[in-house]
Structure formats: C-alpha cells, structure tokens
C-alpha cells in the first residue's frame, strides 16, 4: 500500500521556538494531504486540509498564524507549529489522499518545555 | 455536524475471544464508515470500510456492517489473537474528510 512519512518522529524544543514538521508520500502523489492533532487517550482532530499549490483549509478553532501549512510539492506538506508553547504539545499526525483512500504517517511526538 | 461515537475501553481479552467494539454515527448527507487499526509505535492503518448501507466491510477477520437504521458500524472478530493488541478506531467520511471516533484500546492476552 501506500507509504507516508513523517519527519522528525519526536521533537522537544524550547517554549518561543519555531517547530517544522514534514510528511512526505512516498510512492505516490498527493494533491492533498491533512494535518490532524491527537490528545493522550483521544481522537485525532482534523486540524486543516492542505491542497498542493494553493492554501490550506483550516478547521474551525484552528489559528491559521499558529500553525503554517505549506504543500509546495505533490509529496510534500509541511507543518510549522510558531512560536510554540507547552499547551501545543502533542501528537500531530499526517495522512496523504489517494483516490478515496487516506494513508496516514507514523506521526511526530511534538514537546514543548 | 459529524461525529462519531465509539465504546470506550480499554478492553481485555484472551485469545480465541469473540470481540465486539460498538461505534454509532450522527452524519448529515451519505457518509463512508471506517474502521483504522493503529498498532503501538506506528501509524493509523484502514482495517475495512462501508460506502453505503448495508455494506459489509471485512479484513483480517474483522467485519462490520454499515447500519443506517441504527445509525451503526460495530467492529466484530469471531477469535482475537495476541497480534489484535492494538487501538481501533472508528471514523466517519464526508467530502474526503475523517472525523474519528476517540479510540477504543484492546489488548489480547494469550
């Protein structure tokens, strides 16, 4: 099947910095790729739809300025957590569409301290 | 809106166990139901799927059957193995977007 990658897998950083997170579809091209969030023992949370060459959809509650999504490439979506603070840790997860199909990456463990 | 709403766990089990994990839905329109599996330290994986009602959605084992009736999808195995360890969860499909149930955990002990 169809392979997503994620990169870094976990990351700390200092609470002010910037964080940039990458997925990447491995064997196939994705026009559009989604940003989810996952709370401990939690559902993943639909954060934005982000459509090669064009800007990204944000979810309602989502600040668009906080959470930068770049898809410049048809496997290629990034995710810049801004001036990040402690309450932004969590789990971000990817997922790249196929078809009807969503293939989702292994996530990245994101700590702010 | 849509959402999804899922038996919460965790669930313990030896195996050859029959399991059930209930998940109903509140959707507007003609939704696609999921099942995903997502094994520890790795990514969600599509289990099965239902595209309209009265779909059967099977895999590994696994069916569930799209209930519109009932506003339905129950995840159901005959037998569990050890290697079923995992967090299930169910999700609901509109216009290419997944709204995901909260997860239910399921362990199976030998």
């Known amino acids: 099947g169809a392979v997503v990658s994620q990169h870094p897998s976990r990351v700390i950083c200092k609470s002010g910095t910037s964080v940039k997170i990458e997925c990447r579809s491995l064997?196939?091209?994705?026009?559009?790729m989604f940003w989810y969030r996952q709370f401990p023992k939690q559902s993943l949370m639909l954060m934005a739809t982000?459509?090669?060459?064009?800007?990204?959809?944000?979810e309602q509650g989502v600040e668009k300025d906080k959470f930068l999504i770049n898809h410049a490439s048809l496997t290629l979506s990034t995710l810049t957590v801004t001036s990040a603070h402690p309450e932004d840790s969590s789990f971000y997860i990817c997922s790249a569409r196929e078809d009807e199909e969503q293939f989702f990456g292994p996530g990245t463990r994101l700590t702010v301290l | 809106g849509n959402s999804v709403t899922q038996m919460e766990g965790p669930v313990t089990l030896s195996e050859e166990a029959f399991l059930t994990i209930n998940c109903t839905y509140t959707a507007t329109g003609y939704p696609s139901l999921f099942w995903y599996v997502q094994y520890p330290g790795e990514g969600l994986q599509l289990l099965l799927k239902a595209t309209k009602a009265d779909d059967k959605g099977s895999n590994k084992g696994f069916e569930a059957t799209y209930r519109k009736e009932t506003t339905s999808f129950h995840l159901e195995k005959g037998s569990v193995q050890v290697s079923d360890s995992a967090v299930y969860f169910c999700a609901l499909g509109y216009d290419y977007k997944l709204s995901f149930g909260a997860g239910t955990t399921v362990t199976v002990r030998a």
């Open positions: 982000s459509n090669e060459g064009s800007k990204a959809t944000y």
């Open positions: 064997d196939f091209q994705a026009t559009t």
